[in-house]
Antibody, heavy 115, light 111 residues
Framework: QVQLQESGPGLVKPAETLSLTCSVSGGSITSYYWHWIRQPPGKGLEWIAYIYHSGSTNYNPSLKSRVTMSVDTSKNQFSLNLRSVTAADTAVYYC?????????WGQGTLVTVSS | QSVLTQPPSVSGAPGQRVTISCAGSSSNIGAAYVVHWYQQLPGTAPKLLIYGNTNRPSGVPDRFSGSRSGTSASLAITGLQAEDEADYYCQSYDSRLSGSVFGTGTKVTVL
């Protein structure tokens, strides 16, 4: 059974960079597409970006100027960097596998943007 | 920023049938991109409920069913149970955005 686990700071200051890592266990990262999805408190889901093990990426146009994803196949991990954050970036951030559909999800991690 | 529109809420008594609509456009559902549905219980991550418009993953009760027609899709829950109280989201691919899109979400309440 594939398992995903997000990790990273729970509090980020405005204008700084939000950095999260997703660790994948129970399966290899060298197949499938790997995604980040977020959910502001009390609101709906928003797809952020995906990466393939080769390193190819695709970003949500609304976030593209601030987002970077990377993958480390040796550690079976992939990461998200979101620059110049504001309070609007406060959300639960999920990592997930697939995309068509998203068949495995991490438990999510709450990131709050506040000074 | 959701491009798939769902009703904010639906409700029904135990045992009843409820349906949740997911309205899209010619760049997503109308372009024959498949629709998936997720159930999100309070405080938990979304769980895949229906994939490829109509298919249930192993372990999902057959009370849940999906359909797609034209630029929209629907999720039906028959024999509604208290444990079905949750938020439900549709998801597809949008060619204009070149990425995945989610519905606005629907809260199901069991009366």
């Amino acid at each position: 059974q594939v398992q995903l686990q997000e990790s990273g700071p729970g509090l980020v200051k405005p204008a700084e960079t939000l950095s999260l890592t997703c660790s994948v266990s129970g399966g290899s990262i060298t197949s499938y597409y790997w995604h980040w999805i977020r959910q502001p408190p009390g609101k709906g889901l928003e797809w952020i970006a995906y990466i393939y093990h080769s390193g190819s990426t695709n970003y949500n146009p609304s976030l593209k100027s601030r987002v970077t994803m990377s993958v480390d196949t040796s550690k079976n991990q992939f990461s998200l960097n979101l620059r110049s954050v504001t309070a609007a970036d406060t959300a639960v951030y999920y990592c997930a596998r697939g995309g068509n559909p998203f068949d495995f999800w991490g438990q999510g991690t709450l990131v709050t943007v506040s000074s | 920023q959701s491009v798939l529109t769902q009703p904010p809420s639906v409700s029904g008594a135990p045992g009843q049938r409820v349906t949740i609509s997911c309205a899209g456009s010619s760049s997503n559902i109308g372009a024959a991109y498949v629709v998936h549905w997720y159930q999100q219980l309070p405080g938990t991550a979304p769980k895949l409920l229906i994939y490829g418009n109509t298919n249930r993953p192993s372990g999902v009760p057959d009370r849940f069913s999906g359909s797609r027609s034209g630029t929209s899709a629907s999720l039906a829950i028959t024999g509604l149970q208290a444990e079905d109280e949750a938020d439900y989201y549709c998801q597809s691919y949008d060619s204009r955005l070149s990425g995945s899109v989610f519905g606005t979400g629907t809260k199901v309440t069991v009366l």
